[in-house]
């Protein structure tokens, strides 16, 4: 058995990567709990849109009735002071109309304003969770790729022990179908 530096190198190699696998999975784990977040956050958001829809109808709901009741109180002050629904009586009963559409126009575009900001808000955040889980699968498949790779350093290494450093097939120093199929991958690997 040689003990040459490329065996040391491979050995360290074939560590730092099992290192570099578990660091990957930390941080796909980390990937997947900010989508799962972001899931959640969106979720909400969309909540508070339907809220905010619902919010807006009852304000509306309240301005009619507080329409309803100014312009009738109104009528019933005309009509108590013996005046005919004409001249000022009806420039005041216009007015008030007016002004009480305006009012619940302006509610109505706020209220709309506000149901927008929540929509764009739940499909950034959806954004974001899917953007997350890309990362973290990605990571999960750089762990992968580092296993692979600290096998094969291992593997080297362990034959740089045998050979003296000699230089040949990994999948010759495993006997039978588990070295055909390591032939077969490090092939698939560098095609």
Known sequence: MAFGSSTFS?????????????GDKAKAQGDFIEAKDYSLASDLATQNEQFAETS????????????????????????????AESGSAIDLLRSSAQQGALTKAVAGQQGLIQEAGYKEQAESYANMSQAATIAGNAENDAAKGS?????????????????????????????????????????????
């Open 10 to 22: 491979d050995i360290g190699g074939a560590v730092s990567d099992l290192f570099a696998s578990s």
């Open 56 to 83: 807006t109808a009852i304000k509306q709901a309240q301005l009619d009735r507080s329409i309803y009741q100014t312009i009738g109180g109104q009528r019933a002050d005309v009509a108590g002071a013996g005046f």
């Open 147 to 191: 296993i692979l790779g600290a096998v094969f350093k291992g593997a080297s290494a362990v034959a740089g022990l045998f050979t003296g450093g000699a230089s040949f097939a990994i999948g010759d120093l495993i006997p039978g179908a588990l070295g055909d199929s390591i032939q077969d991958t490090v092939q698939d690997l560098t095609e």
